[in-house]
């Protein structure tokens, strides 16, 4: 029998404010929506722009209305609407923000993993352009459609992907957005080949990521570059080979690379056009740099093989990608959970924010359970 759930939500008044705890109603889903009991969610720079009041790509148009932020989550299916066939209560789900219907043009294209179901500025509503979710009888918005810095959210099926019943919520979350963007830079976009010698510059959660990717993939040398020498040592953990701190050298990073005859594969885990010129400087002539933003880039290089990339969740397929990562994880194959610095509840929320903004936490998940 439908019926409306009340819970607990952080939700964004004003941008370049805190985050505000309060009292939402979740309606019951409706067609092709699934309602989910978040387990766990993790707090990305993404969600922070909106909160520290910086500009970025994405364009929020919110109309003065509130919005649930969040597009990292894990939890269980509650209920389902009527036109829902992949998922069934009880079932746990990565929540995606990258939405994959599995039936349109798009999604049937091997070279893309976008979808015609939704984009971020319609996914902030749900089906009819409706929202399932309400504050003191007020329409709330969604971020990516996924809004999960909540305790239930109404997301499309097109934004859940059913995951192996062994899985651990409390650190799957990570992958809908994290994780699979650095392992698939490396795996799928880069497609690291083995023996090869790889640079990761940022070891956030996606840098960390990449570097397993890049693991994985079999590189022989992964140098992982960062301001902070505690996620060196992270990165250590997960695979890096060298460490390289900027603030101890006086000497640019890309010339102590070619130095040493360049790398293979260049990665922008930071998204500067700084760090995007010192990986091409920091290649081999025939050196493949697979992330980055728009950069001039000198025709020699070009011609030299130089090839520049990028791709949302790395160009895979998101639904496939997540429930690969999830069983790589369950057998303990991708040990994720050392790039969780800390577990705080709902209420500590803004204390994320803070400590991801100052560089003292890579990854905090918000615990719901």
């Known amino acids: 029998m439908a019926f409306t759930i009340t819970c607990k939500a952080a939700l964004l008044r004003t941008e370049g404010h805190p985050l ?14 699934v309602r989910v009991r978040v387990v766990s969610a993790g707090v990305c720079a993404t969600d922070g722009h909106p909160v520290w009041g910086r500009e970025t790509d994405v364009q929020l148009d919110t109309g003065g209305r509130p919005m649930v932020l969040g597009h990292e989550g894990a939890g269980v299916v509650e209920s389902t609407g009527p036109a829902v066939t992949s998922v069934r209560p009880g079932d746990k789900v990565v929540i995606m923000w990258m939405p994959e219907c599995g039936r349109c043009e798009l999604c049937a294209n ?5 979808c015609l179901s939704g984009n971020i500025v319609t996914n902030m509503y749900h089906e009819g352009g409706q929202c399932r ?4 009888g007020q329409p709330v918005l969604m971020f990516f459609g996924t809004g999960t810095f909540a ?12 995951v192996n019943p062994k899985a651990n919520l409390n650190d799957i979350c990570i992958i809908g957005c994290a ?12 497609k690291v080949q083995r023996g ?4 990761v510059w940022g070891l956030g959660a996606i840098g960390l990521s990449t570097v397993l990717g890049c693991r994985d993939a079999g590189a022989a040398q992964i140098i992982g570059i960062d ?17 390289i701190n900027p603030k101890t050298t006086d000497k640019q990073i890309d010339d102590i690379l070619k130095s040493e005859g360049g790398v293979d594969y260049a990665f922008d885990c930071i998204g500067s056009v700084d760090v995007i010129d010192s990986c091409l400087k920091s290649l081999h002539p025939w050196g493949l740099p697979p992330r980055g933003k728009t950069v001039n880039i000198p025709s020699s290089q070009l011609l030299g093989g130089a090839h520049v990339s990028g791709g949302y969740y790395g160009n895979a397929k998101p639904r496939a990608l997540n429930q690969h990562l999830v069983d790589l994880h369950c057998t303990d194959r991708l040990p994720i959970e050392h790039m969780i610095t800390q577990r705080l509840n709902l209420d500590d929320i803004n204390k994320a924010f803070d400590d991801l903004k100052a560089g003292k936490a890579i990854r905090t998940v918000i615990v719901f359970d």
Do not use: M, W
């Open 196 to 199: 090869s010698k790889c640079v």
């Open 151 to 162: 305790q239930y959210t109404v997301v499309r099926e097109a934004q859940v992907a059913k």
């Open 179 to 190: 994780v699979g963007t650095g392992y698939a830079g490396a795996t799928n976009i880069a």
């Open 227 to 243: 301001r902070n020498d505690y996620k060196g040592e992270i990165a250590k953990q997960l695979g890096c080979t060298r460490f």
């Open 133 to 136: 979710t309400h504050v003191d």
């Open 110 to 114: 091997p070279r893309t993993n976008h």
């Open 20 to 33: 505000i705890i309060e009292t939402i109603t979740v309606d019951p889903p409706q067609g092709s929506e």
